[in-house]
């Protein structure tokens, strides 16, 4: 399994960004997608979800009606649309993928996911 992100830099508050991740070495269409972030001293919490047939997203509430999440299954690639960036989403943002077809989260956290990339910096300033 080999996940790398891109798209991540620095932007101002109220800016955009779009992470990409491209996948390889397993059959990506069979499997839910996510993305995490962690930020500095704080645990890597799930951000957003997507199902293996690109249907059933799933975001964070923290994040809910400024991030969408979409894949293109045909070129093994999932997408992060991020708007209306707030100081408190700076973080490493990492890709994964899931055991599962589907996105399933538990009190708000997701489950599920067995590798992760190596990450891409997201800086927003005030």
């Known amino acids: 399994v080999q996940l790398v992100e891109s798209g991540g830099g620095l932007v101002q508050a109220g800016g955009s960004l779009r992470l990409s991740c491209a996948a390889s070495?397993?059959?990506?269409?069979?499997?839910?997608m996510g993305w995490f972030r962690q930020a500095p001293g704080k645990e890597r919490e799930g951000v957003s979800c997507?199902?293996?047939?690109?249907?059933?997203?799933w975001h964070a509430k923290f994040v809910k009606g400024r991030f969408t999440i979409s894949r293109v299954n045909a070129k093994n690639t999932m997408y992060l649309e991020m708007n209306s960036l707030k100081p408190e989403d700076t973080a490493i943002y990492y890709c994964?993928?899931?055991?599962?077809?589907?996105?399933?989260?538990?009190?708000?956290?997701?489950?599920?996911?067995?590798?992760w990339g190596q990450g891409t910096q997201v800086t927003v300033s005030s």
């Open positions: 997507i199902s293996s047939r690109n249907s059933n997203p």
């Open positions: 070495g397993f059959s990506f269409d069979d499997y839910a």
């Open positions: 994964a993928v899931s055991r599962w077809t589907s996105c399933t989260a538990v009190a708000g956290t997701l489950e599920g996911f067995s590798s």
